[in-house]
């Protein structure tokens, strides 16, 4: 029997047939993973945050090697000693406050509400660090990371990630030789809050002046660059009051 | 018997050389500009689509005698965006570092004109087989010439390959760089695709007249 595939009718019975097959099986997949992939998720922001700590298997100068997705979840129980949420200028304690969405939070701020901010505080060999989380936007899409400090606010570590930057040019953020460069600058001078900018001809690609608060860009990479800086400004400027109170009891 | 008729094997064959879907076809040009800055890329895009289209010929040519033909391009619209989402919700379950490379390249798999070139001129008349094979060819002949401009992109722009520096240290100047070489940063930005790829086209064309177009 052939099919006459040019009826309306057949057309339409069609796409309903195609669309609930594939609605069907697109449901079921994302319901029957969804379990493992929140897991993953919840690995991920962990490795990152204890990387961001300085927590992290690097062997060499160039690659970023998280702490294994089998390890992650204890040694984070045992190094980030508390997860604050902050709201109201009040920082309360909060179980599982890396899993917050900062983005729905911030764009909460954004718009004059209230939103609740999640604040790390990790020890290890006796050193406290401090370590928030940043979000904003880079050439394509989202930008994000976590930056952690230690009590004089000086930058310890920081890892960025993002969703879509351009492979080699803005996606770089996330690259040793990028990220490390923020290690040693300070998030404060003495005329106040000096977020670290990422910028052009500071003539210091090696970035050995870490009074400067400032990094060295990323070749082609502008947007990306600025969106990285406006994100740390952000965070620094939400954080603040925060970070008054760490500098109140040194 | 041979594994492959001479037919058969002409499917694969064709697309990688004198039918090459980027040099000759001139399709799928803005993946190919987009994500060569890194070797690693472009391995990973490579095999993405592949995947996708050697898969999604298959799919397309088992369903070409129902498929409607005032929605035909839709129907290949959805079969390879629910081939791509379905890839990439099991690595993210299963293999999450891999798939964290590849979401950059979800939206460009499914937009890759290569795929719909292909679904079209080929799998809708053709049995599934021969789309198979017809798929995996042009998605090897795709693959060379990404991997091709990525190796010279990222050698020449960054002085390393997937990532390991092979020229030396540009900043402390060890290796090539002792001797004056610098990284051509026109490398990495998305122009200098277009030029590698132009120089290919040439490089073909000049050993095989036959290909030249009539002017």
Known sequence: MALNTDKNSYTVLFSVIMVSVVGAILAYLATGLKDKITENQRFEKQQNILYAMGVHNNTDESSVNFIPTTEVDQRFGELIKGQYVIQDGEATPQEDAFMIDLKKELDLIKSGKDGKLPLFIGEQEGKTYYIFPMYGKGLWDAIWGYMSVDESLTITGVYFDHKGETPGLGANIKMRFFMDDFIGESIVSDTGYTPIEVVKGNNDPLNTDKSDAQVDALAGATITGNGVSAMIKESIRLYEPYFEKVRSLN | ?215
């Open chain 2, 1 to 215: 018997m041979p594994l492959l008729s001479k037919k058969e094997s002409k499917l694969i064959l064709d697309p990688l050389a004198d039918n090459n879907p980027i040099t000759i076809q001139v399709l799928g040009i803005c993946s190919a500009l987009a994500i060569t800055a890194e070797l690693k890329a472009s391995v990973v895009m490579a095999v993405s689509v592949l995947f996708v289209l050697g898969l999604g010929n298959v799919v397309i040519s088992l369903m070409r005698n129902i498929i409607p033909s005032k929605i035909r391009i839709i129907v290949q619209l959805v079969v390879v965006a629910t081939l791509v989402i379905v890839v990439d919700q099991t690595l993210k379950a299963f293999a999450y570092e891999l798939s964290k490379t590849l979401s950059v390249f979800v939206g460009l798999i499914i937009t890759n004109c290569i795929i719909m070139g292909r679904f079209e001129a080929f799998a809708l008349g053709n049995g599934p087989w021969r789309s198979f094979l017809d798929g995996i060819g042009n998605a090897l002949g795709y693959g060379v010439i990404l991997i091709i401009v990525g190796f010279f992109r990222e050698l020449l722009g960054s002085g390393t390959l997937f990532g390991i520096p092979v020229l030396g240290d540009p900043i402390a100047k060890t290796g090539l760089y002792a001797y004056g070489y610098e990284n051509n940063g026109f490398m990495i930005i998305p122009p200098a695709a277009l030029i590698v790829v132009g120089i290919l086209i040439w490089i073909q064309r000049a050993k095989n007249p036959s290909l030249v177009e009539e002017a």
